[in-house]
């Protein structure tokens, strides 16, 4: 059981460039998120997607898409990547509803924008 | 506003002695708490949670303490381990239109040996 995977783990690239993160869960759950976490401040959380087919915006949206592909993958894309989004991101996800339960993470993905 | 944060940004014991995290939150409509730990180069990991009609919940040498009339949140570890360094969060949970998680900035435990 390998709980939430996230790829790539490590990713370099220069400013303006895209990329897309990939996230996905074995453990059956509806809702899935996107955090990004910086030195300070916690965990900010970027999109989520309370079950499959639905995507809404979080606390800093701006600069990014998703995609909840289907029940198990929700995918985050930097369509034009900038230096303030160097970060690390992680993929978060609860079995139903959400309402108190504990969120699973994934190990996340280091970005470096150049 | 909303905001979870801890009162210490590091904390260091000697192993075996017991840990206390703290936590204040300033949102008076959050039910639900919970206490991860986060190791270096991983994910944060569920440690424990409360909710918000209970003010005390024991885990494996994991205590969770809730005062609500101070919007104050402990995590007490006994007998404190070197396995136990990490960053410690505590979060959240108040419901707008979607489960809104809160996340503080962190403690830093370092356990000596």
């Known amino acids: 059981n390998a709980g939430v995977t996230q790829t790539p783990k490590f990713q370099v690239l220069k400013t303006g460039q895209s990329m897309t993160l990939q996230c996905a869960q074995d453990?059956?759950?509806?809702?899935m998120y996107w955090y990004r976490q910086d030195p300070g401040m916690g965990l900010r959380l970027i999109y989520y997607?309370?079950?499959?087919?639905?995507?809404d915006k979080g606390e800093v949206p701006n600069g990014y898409n998703v995609s909840r592909l289907n029940k198990r993958e929700f995918s985050l894309r930097l369509e034009s990547a900038a230096p303030s989004q160097t970060s690390v991101y992680f993929c978060a996800s609860i079995p139903r509803g959400g309402r108190e339960q504990p969120q699973h993470f994934g190990d996340g993905t280091r970005l470096s924008i150049l | 506003g909303e905001s979870v944060g801890l009162h210490l940004p590091t904390l260091s014991v000697q192993e075996g002695d017991n840990s206390i995290i703290n936590c204040a939150y300033s949102?008076?409509?959050?039910?639900?708490f919970i206490w991860y730990k986060q190791e270096s180069g991983k994910g944060p990991q569920f440690i424990i949670d409360i909710r918000s009609n209970m003010d005390k919940r024991q885990g494996q040498r994991v205590t969770v303490l809730l005062n609500k009339t101070v919007k104050h949140l402990s995590l007490q570890i006994a007998a404190t381990q070197p396995g136990d360094s990490a960053v410690y969060f505590c979060a959240e949970n108040v419901w707008t239109s979607y489960d809104k998680v809160i996340f503080g900035p962190g403690t830093s435990l370092s356990v000596i040996p």
């Open positions: 949102n008076s409509a959050s039910d639900y």
């Open positions: 453990m059956n759950h509806n809702s």
């Open positions: 997607s309370a079950s499959e087919g639905t995507t």
